[in-house]
């Protein structure tokens, strides 16, 4: 019931597009707050049409994903390492679960733009001038949020020219992030400076969390995801800092089920099923890449029945919108969207649900 309620948001979203690329809903109108460019959001609103379109069986579907795809091809030479975010999402996934011509060349002048941002003395992606949400950008920042989409971008990218040096950068950059961003307790650190010039570690530090020494939820969760993509894309031996900070969710992650958005923002704080989401989507992948995690894929699934408890309808006679994941919370600390509906929550629970029912295999993406 849940996907077809998801599927029924997507198709109306679809028939009556908003201005731009959908954001964030107010889970009690609907109404979407867009974006113009994609912001570091947009790509996955392609992603749920692609993969909508694999569930649904409509070409409507596939064609509102490629459609996305070209819209965002204007992003491939942003200076922000969020461009993950937008090619693979936004395009590759096309890509990937529907052989999609027009998606693949999208996402390839995307990995070819995030390729000309390497920077080779410091073996990352620096998260560039344009970095959306930053409050420290520029070549000497780094930046958890940049690894999922990333690595995968680049090394499907070596795949499909031959292009050695892209799968080169992608293994660099996971490197460089478990580095700077994973603790030794198998926390993870939103954010990172450091010295351009050798990539040498000079602090880290948070942009979206409640303190330096926290654990933003999000952070922890985008971890988990970037380096089990990279452990399947590019580098087997990445597969054990993935699990390190899964390890780390399951064990900290509350009884019910579902994130507060910052692990030491107190029992109290606003929940993040977004962040949740995300967590589920890279235990699925970890549950097929490490036998010896097998778990991962009932906690996956534990975590997913909660969320699905948040999609609307949530009780009878709830009249709203359906098929919408409420309880997102997207930037507490300036107060936006706290309560909401988030277009990436919504399309990692929706993947999640896909590769549960096996429609979709989670390590193809």
């Given amino acids: 019931m849940t996907t077809t309620n998801m599927l029924s948001r997507i198709r109306g979203t679809l028939a009556e597009p908003p201005i731009g690329f959908p ?19 947009g790509g ?42 937008l090619f ?17 060349e999208v996402a390839l002048a995307g990995a070819e733009g995030l390729a000309a941002s390497f920077n080779h003395n410091a073996g990352l992606i620096p998260l560039g001038l344009q970095a959306e949400e930053a409050d420290a950008v520029g070549s000497g920042a780094a930046n958890i949020d940049a690894v999922p989409g990333t690595v995968a971008l680049l090394a499907w990218a070596a795949r499909e020219t031959g292009r050695q040096s892209f799968a080169d950068m992608a293994r660099a950059h996971a490197r460089r992030h478990v580095e700077y961003c994973l603790r030794e307790d198998g926390s993870v650190c939103q954010s990172a400076e450091f010295d351009p010039r050798d990539g040498t570690l000079v602090r880290r530090y948070t942009h979206k969390g409640l303190s330096d020494g926290s654990t933003w939820a999000r952070a922890q969760a985008w971890a988990m995801l970037g380096f089990a993509q990279a452990a399947h ?53 970890l549950a097929d890449l490490v036998p010896s995690r097998p778990h991962y894929r009932d906690h996956a699934a534990s975590m997913v ?61």
């Fill in 305 to 365: 029945a909660t969320l699905c408890q948040f999609v609307t309808p949530t009780e009878v006679g709830d009249q709203r919108t359906s098929g919408m994941l409420t309880s997102g919370c997207f930037d507490p600390k300036r107060g936006v969207a706290t309560d909401a509906e988030l277009v990436w929550g919504d399309y990692f629970l929706f993947e999640s649900l896909l590769s549960l029912q096996g429609v979709i295999n989670p390590t193809a993406l």
């Fill in 233 to 285: 894309w590019v580098d087997a031996e990445l597969a054990e800092p993935a699990v390190t900070a899964a390890d780390w969710w399951i064990e900290h992650l509350p009884a019910g089920r579902v994130a507060t958005w910052d692990f030491d923002a107190g029992p109290d704080a606003p929940r993040d099923t977004s962040a949740t989401a995300i967590a589920a989507a890279a235990l699925l992948r």
């Fill in 88 to 104: 693979f999402f936004g395009a590759g996934v096309a890509h990937l679960v529907g052989e999609s011509d027009r998606a693949r």
């Fill in 23 to 41: 954001h964030y809903a107010d889970t009690g109108t609907g109404q979407w707050t867009t974006t113009s460019d994609g912001f570091w959001t």
């Fill in 44 to 85: 996955f609103w392609g992603g749920l049409l692609a993969l909508a379109s694999v569930q649904g069986g409509d070409q409507k579907l596939m064609g509102g994903a490629e459609e996305v795809a070209t819209q965002l091809t204007a992003r491939a030479t942003s200076d922000t390492a969020f461009r993950g975010f």
